[in-house]
């Protein structure tokens, strides 16, 4: 079975603090991709990444950064965050479709 | 601008029944679709990928099918059981780069 692995679960962080989400896959999956889901607004992707050191901005990129130096690691970095980032995190793998997901981080910003 | 809609956004079923979950999204060129099943606090689950040129798919108790021309997939669940409470997200992708648009989902509660 695939397994999309994130570190956390829940994290709470304070605003302007340089966050970091990571996801780990253990399927040699070329595509890698990073979703907030929201009440009311579904899942909306941030970036995606389809091959190491490879990236592409998805729907919302603004106030986010990402990191693939490795094929089954993807980093997601919010570099100054801020209250309206206050989201669940998921992030998904895939070889072509379908896409397998993570369990998700709840990140807070205090 | 692919917009993806799910009607109803909750629902409330007795054990036993059968029953449909709707979506519709506005741009019919699509590349495929997909239903997730996502428990409370969890990630997604892919229940059924429909691709451009297939009508319908199934899976167990499970049976999507697909009308591009209308814009409009149904997800029918046979026989519901209170394990199938979740909520169930539908998902389309425009081309083979896999980014997918989703809906805001049906939350489902089987009564016992």
């Known amino acids: 079975d695939v397994k999309v692995t994130q570190s956390s679960r829940y994290l709470v962080k304070r605003t302007g603090e340089k966050v970091f989400l990571e996801c780990v896959q253990d399927?040699?999956?070329?595509?890698m991709f990073w979703y907030r889901q929201d009440p009311g607004l579904g899942l909306r992707l941030i970036y995606f990444?389809?091959?190491?050191?490879?990236?592409e901005k998805g729907d919302i990129p603004e106030g986010y950064s990402v990191s693939r130096e490795k094929k089954e690691r993807f980093s997601l970095i919010l570099e100054s965050a801020s209250t309206n980032q206050t989201s669940m995190y998921l992030c998904?793998?895939?070889?072509?479709?379908?896409?397998?997901f993570g369990d998700g981080t709840r990140l807070s910003i205090l | 601008k692919q917009e993806v809609t799910q009607i109803p956004a909750a629902l409330s079923v007795p054990e036993g029944e059968n029953l449909v979950l709707n979506c519709s999204f506005t741009?019919?060129?699509?590349?495929?679709l997909q239903w997730f099943r996502q428990d409370p606090g969890k990630g997604l689950t892919s229940l059924l990928l429909?691709?451009?040129?297939?009508r319908e798919q199934t899976s167990g108790r499970l049976n999507a099918s697909l009308d591009k021309s209308s814009g409009r997939s149904t997800l029918y669940i046979a026989a519901s059981q209170p394990g199938d409470s979740a909520t169930y997200l539908c998902?389309?992708?425009?081309?083979?780069?896999?980014?997918?648009?989703f809906g805001s989902g049906t939350r489902l509660l089987v009564r016992p």
């Open positions: 741009d019919s060129a699509i590349y495929n």
């Open positions: 998904a793998s895939s070889p072509t479709e379908p896409q397998h």
């Open positions: 998902a389309v992708s425009m081309d083979s780069s896999y980014k997918l648009i």
């Open positions: 429909i691709q451009s040129s297939q």
């Open positions: 990444s389809y091959d190491v050191k490879m990236k």
């Open positions: 399927m040699d999956h070329e595509n």
